[in-house]
């Protein structure tokens, strides 16, 4: 079992960057495979980026793919998302996930994921 928190959200300008963390409070994160999603609402929550274990491979939704970067420094038991080029359909409260067994095919769909952490709000605006 795993507890995740996470923290680095807050206002940003569009055009800029924050980066995200979740911090696995207990358990050993590098056994998981790590993902985020984030949540408007009234919205589903969606997909935003996933880093398989053991397989390292990263995967990321079409409207993030070349701005964002997830990673995760086992060291500090972290994972990080990386956001750039933030715009204003980027605000959401983000979620950090964590999953021992899924599969690649289940990975962009939030019901398949065991943990979660309490999420971190990001609004992009000027």
């Known amino acids: 079992q795993v507890q995740l928190v996470e923290s680095g959200g807050g206002l940003v300008q569009p055009g800029g960057s924050l980066r995200l963390s979740c911090t696995a409070s207990t358990g050993t994160l590098s056994r998981y495979t790590i993902g985020w999603f984030r949540q408007v609402p009234g919205k589903e929550r969606e997909f935003v980026a996933a880093l398989r274990s053991p397989a390292r491979t990263q995967h990321y939704a079409d409207p993030v793919k070349g701005r964002f970067t997830i990673t995760r420094d086992n060291a500090k038991n972290t994972a990080y998302l990386q956001m750039n080029s933030l715009k204003p359909d980027d605000t959401a409260v983000y979620y950090c996930?964590?999953?021992?067994?899924?599969?690649?095919?289940?990975?962009?769909?939030?019901?398949?994921?065991?943990?979660w952490g309490q999420g971190t709000q990001v609004t992009v605006s000027s």
């Open positions: 996930a964590a999953d021992a067994r899924i599969i690649l095919s289940s990975l962009r769909n939030h019901a398949n994921w065991d943990y």
